[in-house]
């Protein structure tokens, strides 16, 4: 039979994890990304022009919320995919708060029935840290990473006992499966809604405070290093917090972490209207921890970028203040955001902001994805880093328009998505006569 | 052009916003209406054939009441709406229970509602005015009116005069609105009270933060008490109520600090014993309760102008107002 072949070129060939940055050709033979095509591929194969483009490995996003099952009016595994397609995304990492939670292997074994279904891009599941996210008895952790979890977090719960998440820290180890936390002391953010400061207090909202996330970060560190587990810590807000896993990091301590675009563009400021798009926990912090935030991913503190994609639906973001859940969207928007803060106003290179949007992601947790090695799936990404769009409500693949950025004009666009060499989203000019 | 023509909103959501002339609109307004108290014949026909609404999903005894006066006063009649009479507990959101009573006819939603930031919510919902009654710690913006207003007929002038809040300011949307409503007039606002309660960031808000009583109660003008809510979310800030009487309780001695002829006032409900002295709380330097009868004028004057606001915007005459003499206020 045949092999499928597909060509693209004209486009800048970004690939961090091996140090490619070059105007040249990307080749893929069936699905999997070939250092050159031969004569016989190059005749049958599909050209595809990517000229003034960027052509980047397939996006990574370890952190999503797709609510399939239980919360479909928000988002499934269908809609949620399409929208990392758009937004230039071919692997996603999904948390396990769904209803029911991923505490099970049948629950998982579910997840991964609807993934094989529906996903149009990569989709793998998480696990729980405990029964129901409750923090009380560990979840079957060995038999869910069998039932193929990637990690198991608690993600929203933050585990409050110490010696749990000690234990969980130390039982995953042994299958070396690493735990992810969002770090949050319960106690010190009881009905919390926004960044204790300046605008917690001229608004008169339930303020949060950075110390409740550097404290569980610090217990992670201790336990980390106590049991030589590794952790990642997710969505991290706090200047101080990442001063904690620098100095953590630079002792060998096995932890990683990652920021979300809406952490690295947005502060506490932006809630001066009341604006539930904004709303999302952990919060928006101030302007110093955005810099303290954009310096520990340019130093390395910070390994990666993670969107945290949390999708709500417009009547349930449509409520006083209070009331309305937290989490934003973010799959959609994370390129040309990151893209804006770091790369449109020279604090860092092309190269380095598609780093942190796939290799370095995919190595916090060993995935295989977010490089262009000959044989690695030819899971691509086509963007134009300079052409301005109009985020629109909308427009949005996603079932759920909760988005900050909605009315501002982003630089950036995906072109098109290609999955194990097939076009899944957007398209290139054809050079086929 | 009469200084009713120079107020432009239909809403009234907090001080912040405000300009110090608005205020002074308010105050001047108000007091054209408190003298129309004294009259034996008290109504006015200002909101004859107008609906208000007061929707109130907190307790309420003061506001509620004096706005509901106030309403009656100008001829308004007036509808309450109490969270556990609506159907708010069958689980029916805001939106749709404001944009209910909207297409009910209602001229005029007055709204309590323990989460900041409603009021402002649902304003841009609805296009009928919207008086804010106090949301979360947000702003409570008739009382801060009312106190001003108060201290506005004994003072020439609030320019250098030192006004020291006292008490629970982290949940207090009194607070928040007297310290923007002190301020934009020109007076010296000192925060005082336990440091979990008065963080020094509020001095980002253009005031002093002190800790320390003495200092914040020597020389002040006019000290305001707020109730301490230890039954509900401070309790986890103070040890207890004894411990805070003994360190920030105002009593007679600490009264003493004060200039002569200062002023001591509370928004109520009074916690006797707690926050206040219970015989200083009696006393002749209280004004107390000649600020729950300001509160009528304050709200009959802020219904008075958001009605006229409206009917202008909507391109319609608006409300007739009472007589009032050349320099007001």
């Known amino acids: 039979m045949m092999s499928s072949c597909i060509q693209i070129s004209g486009g800048r060939v970004v690939d961090p994890a091996n140090g490619r940055d070059e105007v040249g050709e990307l080749c893929a033979v069936d699905g999997v990304v070939s250092e050159s095509l031969n004569e016989q591929q190059k005749e049958s194969a599909s050209k595809l022009d990517a000229t003034g483009l960027v052509v980047a490995p397939g996006l990574v996003d370890i952190h999503v919320h797709f609510r399939e099952p239980g919360q479909t009016h928000k988002e499934t595994i269908a809609t949620g995919s399409r929208a990392a397609a758009a937004g230039g995304f071919t692997t996603v990492v999904g948390m396990p708060n769904t209803t029911p939670p991923a505490d099970n292997v049948s629950t998982v074994q579910h997840i991964k029935d609807i993934i094989e279904r529906d996903a149009l891009v990569k989709v793998y599941p998480t696990g729980t840290i405990t029964l129901g996210q409750e923090g009380q008895h560990l979840a079957p952790i060995g038999s869910l990473q069998r039932a193929g979890v990637v990690a198991i977090t608690d993600d929203g719960f933050c585990v409050q006992n110490n010696e749990i998440m000690r ?25 919390a809604v926004i960044n204790e400061g300046h605008w917690s207090l001229r608004l008169g909202l339930r303020g949060w405070p950075s110390a409740a996330e550097e404290i569980v970060v610090s217990r992670n560190v201790i336990l980390s290093n106590l049991t030589g587990g590794r952790i990642h810590l997710q969505h991290i807000t706090s200047g101080n917090a990442v001063d904690i896993i620098r100095r953590a990091k630079s002792r060998g301590v096995r932890v990683s972490a990652e920021v979300t675009p809406h952490h690295l563009h947005l502060t506490d400021q932006c809630l001066s209207s009341y604006n539930t798009n904004f709303k999302m926990n952990p919060p928006l912090r101030s302007e110093s921890d955005r810099q303290m935030l954009i310096e520990g991913l340019l130093d390395g503190t910070i390994d990666c970028i993670g969107t945290d994609h949390a999708p709500h639906s417009d009547y349930e973001k449509d409520q006083e203040f209070d009331r309305a859940p937290n989490g934003v969207t973010g799959l959609e928007t994370a390129l040309a955001v990151c893209l804006e803060v ?85 398209c290139l000019p054809s050079l086929n006569g | ?16 916003s405000l300009s110090r002339d608005e205020l002074e609109l308010i105050f001047a307004t108000a007091s054209a209406f408190k003298k129309t108290m004294q009259r034996s014949q008290k109504k006015l026909r200002s909101l004859q054939g107008k609906t208000v609404v007061n929707l109130f999903f907190e307790p309420s005894t003061r506001t509620r009441m004096a706005f509901d006066v106030a309403a009656t006063r100008l001829s308004a ?109 020109g007076a010296h606002v000192t925060l005082a009270g336990p ?9 980002e808000l253009g005031v002093d933060v002190v800790h320390d009583l003495r200092r914040a109660l020597t020389d002040a003008d006019a000290v305001m ?35 002569p002829g200062a002023l001591i006032m509370h928004p109520g409900p009074i916690n006797r014993g707690v926050e206040i002295d219970s015989k200083l709380a009696d006393s002749g330097r209280s004004v107390i309760l000649e600020q729950v009868t300001n509160g009528i004028a304050v709200r009959m004057a802020v219904l008075f102008l958001c009605s006229g606001a409206a009917s202008r915007l909507a391109g319609v005459k608006g409300p007739r107002g009472p007589r009032r003499s050349a320099h007001s206020g």
């Open chain 1, 167 to 191: 234990r969980a820290v130390e039982y995953a180890n042994m299958f070396d499966l690493v735990v992810m936390d969002h770090c949050q002391d319960m106690d010190m953010t009881e009905g």
């Open chain 2, 225 to 259: 008490l707020l109730r301490i809510q230890h039954e509900r979310q401070t309790s986890t800030h103070f040890p207890s109520l004894g411990e805070y009487t003994s360190m920030f309780g105002l009593n007679w001695e600490r009264a003493s600090l004060l200039k």
């Open chain 2, 195 to 203: 440091a979990t309660l008065v963080p020094d960031q509020f001095a």
């Open chain 2, 1 to 16: 052009m009469s200084p009713a023509n120079s107020w432009n909103r239909k809403d009234l959501i907090s001080i912040e």
């Open chain 2, 77 to 185: 009649d007036v509808v309450t709406i109490t969270s556990s009479g609506s159907s708010m507990a069958k689980g029916e959101s805001l939106r749709d229970t404001v944009r209910n009573i909207e297409a009910l006819k209602a001229d005029i939603l007055i709204i309590r509602h323990s989460a900041a930031g409603s009021p402002l919510y649902i304003s841009r919902l609805i296009s009928i005015p919207v008086i804010n009654a106090g949301d979360g710690a947000h702003e409570h913006p008739t009382q801060a009116l009312l106190d001003c207003l108060t201290l506005n007929e004994r003072w020439e002038s609030f320019e250098g005069k030192k006004v020291t809040i006292l008490g629970d300011i982290l949940f207090s949307r009194v607070a928040r609105s007297n310290i923007w409503a002190l301020t934009k007039m």
């Open chain 1, 342 to 426: 770091l790369y449109q106003n020279g604090r860092c290179t092309l190269n380095e902001v598609i780093a942190w949007l796939t290799c370095k992601a995919a190595e916090t947790l060993r995935l295989k994805a977010g490089r262009l090695s000959p044989g690695d799936p030819a899971d691509i990404t086509v963007f134009d880093p300079d052409e301005p769009w109009v985020v629109e409500a909308d427009q949005f693949q996603s079932r759920s328009a909760n988005s900050p950025w909605i009315g501002e004009t982003l630089k950036g666009k995906v072109k098109c998505t290609l999955v194990d060499g097939k076009v899944v989203w957007g």
